[in-house]
């Protein structure tokens, strides 16, 4: 009798241990697995995914990837921005941990040709978390990404992201603005969320009514109102963003810019003196003030809103247990030279330990650049200038790149030059 799976707010039922080792196909044929399961000494699919998603959480990954290859199932965990192997499995046991996936989430067991998104939750380890699952119908079956949210994860103050004390106080002085289109930008997975958090922090106040629209909403604020867009798509962000301008609210966070119609509405709420926090995907700071007019936004509200753009990443720190100072070949410097700030440097690297498993890097620090919209910055909005002479007017107005932040980050020893050129390149 196959084991139960743990409905959308159950704890995860108590399994027995997988031995994921013992089948593994890199470690034992698939003959032998196949003769495992047909003999009945296999676990069933829902133990051995629930021994995944047990491991996965213990070690603190933020995500699950189950990805069907040429002859195998692999399933890496994705942990400060690198993807680590777990298991390969047999391919066959593609479609039935398609199936207890998609029964978790809440969805269509039978849809095996187009993507399909779902979120449920669960505990493990005594600790409450929030699952967002993805599926795509790929060459050899279906793949799964599944993120993982900490629901007691705790929120950054700005002080604590890592910035420079240069970029944190231009955050600062940004965040006293009263009213305005605030942007936080970045890849997938760069920290996005919890700069935006940190931000809405640094602003909320008794006097102030704070409302947030979400999906899903990440971290409890208790001192806001926070909407969580339906799982039906009965209405979406511009339609809840319609709705909280008739609440008379002072600051209002947007999870994420995602098409034109959100954008627009953001971009009025911005306009009728309210400080809005979003975020949005962006390749960098002036690329998202481009992309925010070419979505469909107009120039004139653009320009009479945006106060700043943050753009960042996330670097892994050199791990302090096993850290040690180096001279970097000339090749190595040629790399990261044209970013590196005056004065005396201290270039380190990890020699790779047990506390960091033998990577070198524990921990990540964000690196960003700061965009302050200036009048003549307005101006090139407003005329819908090329992003060379907006970064030309930035660069007037104290703009340093991404790159010579993470220099900085190197040239202190937080991290190294091979995480610079992994990250930036």
């Known amino acids: ?10 704890a995860a039922p108590s399994l027995p241990r997988v031995p994921l080792e013992q089948i593994d196909v890199r470690a034992l044929s698939k003959e032998k697995i196949r003769e495992l399961f047909r003999t009945g000494k296999l676990p069933t699919v829902e133990a051995i995914v629930e021994e995944i998603f047990m491991r996965a959480t213990k070690m603190g990954a933020a995500d699950i990837h189950f990805e069907p290859i040429e002859g195998e199932l ?7 921005g690198v993807l680590k192997r777990l ?22 067991q039978f849809e095996k040709k187009k993507p399909q ?4 939750s669960s505990s493990y380890h005594g600790e409450p978390l929030d699952f967002r699952v993805s599926i795509i119908p790929v060459l050899n079956g279906e793949r799964a990404v599944v993120r993982i949210l900490r629901k007691t994860s705790q929120i950054a103050r700005v002080e604590e992201l890592g910035l420079s004390l240069y970029n944190l106080e231009q955050i600062r002085i940004l965040l006293r603005q009263p009213k305005g289109l605030f942007l936080v930008t970045g890849p997938s997975g760069s920290g996005k969320t919890t700069t935006i958090y940190a931000a809405l922090n640094a602003v909320e106040s008794p006097e102030k009514c704070v409302i947030t629209v979400e999906d899903p909403v990440e971290y409890r604020l208790p001192y806001a109102s926070q909407v969580q867009l339906p799982s039906d798509r009965s209405f979406n962000f511009a339609d809840a963003l319609r709705a909280i301008l008739r609440q008379n609210p002072n600051v209002i966070l947007i999870g994420e810019i995602r098409d034109a119609e959100t954008g627009i509405v953001a971009a009025e709420a911005a306009l009728t003196g309210n400080l809005v926090l979003s975020t949005m995907l962006a390749d960098d700071a002036l690329g998202a003030i481009h992309r925010m007019l070419n979505i469909g936004i107009q120039p004139y509200w653009l320009a009479s809103t945006m106060v700043g753009v943050i753009y960042q990443q996330l670097m892994r720190k050199i791990c302090a247990d096993c850290k040690e100072e180096y001279q970097p070949a000339e090749e190595e410097l040629k790399l990261i030279a044209p970013y590196l700030p005056e004065g005396d440097k201290v270039f380190c690297r990890g020699k790779g330990c047990p506390q960091c498993e033998g990577t070198g890097h524990k921990g990540r620090t964000a690196i960003c650049e700061i965009v302050s919209v200036s009048p003549k910055l307005r101006d090139l909005i407003f005329l819908r200038g090329s992003i060379l002479e907006m970064r030309e007017e930035a660069s007037n107005y104290g703009f340093s790149g991404v790159r010579v932040d993470a220099a900085q980050k190197v ?15």
């Not at 009798?1 to 159950?10: E, F, K």
């Not at 692999?74 to 400060?80: A, K, N, Q, T």
């Not at 298991?87 to 269509?108: C, E, F, P, Q």
């Open 117 to 120: 998104e779902g979120r449920y």
């Open 1 to 10: 009798m196959p084991l139960p799976t743990p409905s959308p707010t159950q």
């Open 411 to 425: 040239a202190y020893g937080l991290t190294s030059i091979a995480e610079f050129v992994r990250v930036l390149g």
């Open 87 to 108: 298991v390969s499995l047999t391919s066959d046991m593609n479609d039935n941990i398609m199936s207890v996936l998609k029964t978790r989430a809440g969805l269509n």
């Open 74 to 80: 692999r399933v890496r965990l994705g942990h400060e």
